[in-house]
């Protein structure tokens, strides 16, 4: 289970994500959608353990990752945008050498990366050089790599951006079978695979969430994208309404006569 509370990043004047909260739970993969530039990336680092918040808390599987970081991260599988997939490594050496990364005993090695490579559907590219494989070969391997250690959670950033549409199904149809074991956020700005892979979404704008909803609850008769442009320009809305206030606050002082 994924908890986010209060998540805030700034970088001096600039707020990448400010107040993000959502839970994820066991057996559930939770859609995280918004337009690029959001903050998804943002937060998917943070909970990871990449990159630290200026405020607010992350709890996987009861663990704080950030006072307990090295135990919080032992149970997340994390799959960047760009898999850090080494090039003129074959594929079984690239696993293994994750494996032993990742703290897999050397009596359950073999058995680890087996295991991995079954489930992502590598066994025939195994003494393959990685750099010589597709770029949805290379996916598979870097979800093999996120899940050699058998974590209960699985983070994924835009798993299926630049592959194309046959390899896209075969990812998420992978997605789904690692789903049925672990808590999963996949973060994407695709609409499409949020409604064919997810139970829940999450939507994000400008750094804030302006939606958290299982799918089955979504109002009848409402497309995702309905609900997605809905949420959007609701929460823009709001933003304009708040500018608009705050000018008006800020004119007023300028008018009123000095002492």
Same mark, same amino acid.
């Given at each position: &289970? $994924?908890?986010?509370?209060?998540?805030?990043?700034? /970088?001096?004047? +600039?707020?990448?994500?400010?107040?993000?909260? +959502?839970?994820?739970?066991?057996?559930? $993969?939770?859609?995280?959608?918004?337009?690029?530039?959001?903050?998804?990336?943002?937060? &998917?680092?943070?909970?990871?353990? +990449?990159?630290?918040?200026?405020?607010?808390?992350?709890?996987?599987?009861?663990?704080?990752?950030?006072?307990?970081?090295?135990?919080?991260?032992?149970?997340?599988? /994390?799959?960047?945008?760009?898999?850090?997939? /080494?090039?003129? &490594?074959?594929?079984?050496? /690239?696993?293994? +050498?994750?494996?032993?990364?990742?703290?897999?005993?050397?009596?359950?090695?073999?058995?680890?990366?087996?295991?991995?490579? @079954?489930?992502?559907?590598?066994?025939?590219? &195994?003494?393959?050089?990685?750099?010589?494989?597709?770029?949805?070969?290379?996916?598979?391997?870097?979800? *093999?790599? *996120?899940?050699?250690?058998?974590?209960?959670?699985?983070?994924?950033?835009?798993?299926?951006?630049?592959?194309?549409?046959?390899? !896209?199904?075969? !990812?998420?149809?992978?997605? @789904?079978?690692?789903?049925?074991? @672990?808590?999963?956020?996949?973060?994407?700005?695709?609409?499409?695979?949020?409604?064919?892979?997810?139970?829940?979404? #999450?939507?994000?704008?400008?750094?804030?969430?302006?939606?958290?909803?299982?799918?089955?609850?979504? *109002?009848?008769?409402?497309?995702?994208?309905?609900?997605?442009?809905?949420? !959007?320009?609701?929460?823009?809305?709001?933003?304009? #309404?708040?500018?608009?206030?705050?000018?008006?606050?800020? *004119?007023?002082?300028?008018?009123?006569?000095?002492?």
């Amino acid at each position: &289970m $994924i908890e986010v509370k209060g998540l805030t990043k700034a /970088y001096g004047s +600039f707020v990448a994500i400010k107040d993000v909260s +959502f839970t994820a739970e066991r057996g559930q $993969i939770l859609g995280f959608l918004g337009p690029n530039g959001a903050g998804k990336t943002t937060t &998917m680092r943070i909970i990871t353990g +990449f990159m630290p918040a200026t405020a607010g808390r992350v709890l996987v599987e009861g663990l704080d990752v950030f006072s307990q970081s090295l135990e919080a991260r032992r149970r997340i599988g /994390y799959l960047p945008e760009n898999p850090p997939v /080494y090039s003129d &490594m074959r594929v079984e050496d /690239y696993l293994r +050498f994750v494996a032993k990364l990742k703290g897999v005993s050397r009596n359950g090695l073999d058995e680890a990366v087996q295991k991995a490579a @079954r489930g992502c559907g590598l066994e025939g590219v &195994m003494r393959r050089i990685c750099g010589q494989l597709s770029k949805g070969y290379r996916q598979r391997v870097g979800l *093999a790599a *996120a899940i050699v250690h058998n974590p209960p959670v699985l983070i994924l950033d835009e798993p299926t951006i630049g592959l194309d549409p046959r390899q !896209i199904i075969e !990812i998420r149809k992978l997605i @789904r079978g690692l789903a049925k074991e @672990r808590t999963v956020v996949l973060s994407t700005h695709i609409l499409p695979e949020v409604s064919q892979v997810c139970d829940k979404v #999450v939507i994000i704008n400008d750094g804030r969430v302006v939606l958290e909803e299982r799918l089955d609850q979504i *109002a009848r008769g409402m497309s995702l994208e309905d609900v997605f442009l809905k949420a !959007i320009a609701e929460e823009e809305a709001h933003g304009l #309404v708040g500018e608009a206030e705050l000018e008006e606050v800020e *004119a007023g002082r300028s008018s009123e006569p000095t002492q």
